[in-house]
């Protein structure tokens, strides 16, 4: 990773749908480059809060900063594609229509990268995440975890400055989700972004992040951080 990355600041966040309020006072720092696993029971806000991360929904109370640069209040909402991030989510999210290449080139596209340099990312992307040979295909012709490479190599292709993931382990089968989880943390390692990781697992968080926050009843009850022995595979 070329780029330095990025901190992000969490200051007072909170979200209501309607009454039903759904994250109350949310204070977090998160290191430049580290990994923040996101846990909690069903419900608690994880990916409401990833949403006000994406840009997909607008804190309505707290601020929300990238490095030094204020990216939303209640006053202000940076889009989501001017925020400089990368996503996958549970059920890929992937085109149907376009080859596994032309989803993966989606986002280096958008930022008008020429079509050269466009074939040379993509391709290294694709052997990045063991997809070498995949680029012409269709993703209605790969199993679910080649799908959720996919959508990593598409999550990375631009070097955005901050990785979000939501449950993107969870449609697969156990022993995959495992060797998957042992890829993704040495990827992420690898690329030194700073990432946030929403998931249900405790081992999978413990395997990928360097802290893991626990959220309850739309607050954050306790941080704890993973030494490299809570890590290792059983
Ligand atoms: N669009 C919406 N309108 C109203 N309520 C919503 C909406 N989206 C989510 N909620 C509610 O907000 C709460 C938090 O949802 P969220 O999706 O953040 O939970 P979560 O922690 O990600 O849960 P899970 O682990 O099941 O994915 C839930 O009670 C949910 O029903
Ligand atoms: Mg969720």
Redesign the pocket.
């Known amino acids: 990773m070329t780029r330095s990355p990025v901190a992000v600041t969490l200051k007072g966040i909170g979200y209501a ?2 009454e ?1 309020r ?2 109350n006072h949310i204070d977090l720092d998160i290191e430049p480059g580290s990994i923040v696993a ?1 846990l ?12 006000i991360l994406a840009g997909l929904l607008e804190p309505q109370q707290g601020t929300l900063h990238f490095g030094e640069r204020l990216i939303a209040s209640a006053a202000k909402s940076t889009p989501p594609e001017q925020r400089d991030i990368g996503m996958v989510f ?1 059920d890929y999210a992937l085109w149907p229509h376009m080859t596994v290449a032309q989803n993966v080139a989606f986002p280096l596209l958008m930022r008008r990268v020429s079509a050269h340099e466009r074939q040379q990312r993509v391709m290294q992307a694709l052997q990045r995440v063991g997809l070498g040979d995949f680029a012409a295909r269709k993703p209605s012709d790969l199993s679910g975890g080649q799908q959720q490479r996919v959508a990593l190599a598409r999550a990375i292709i631009a070097e955005p400055k901050i990785l979000l993931f ?2 993107p382990l969870s449609n697969l089968d156990t022993d995959l989700r495992e060797s998957l989880c042992l890829e993704m943390a040495t990827l992420l390692r690898q690329l030194g972004t700073t990432a946030v990781y ?1 998931t ?1 697992d405790r081992r999978e968080a413990e395997i990928l992040a360097d802290r893991i926050v626990w ?1 309850a009843a ?1 607050s954050v009850s306790a941080i704890q951080t993973v030494t490299s022995l809570s890590g290792e595979p059983a």
């Open positions: 749908f309607g039903h759904i994250l996101l909690g029971p069903s419900g608690c806000g994880k990916s409401t809060l990833l949403k549970q939501d449950e929403v249900h959220l739309g």
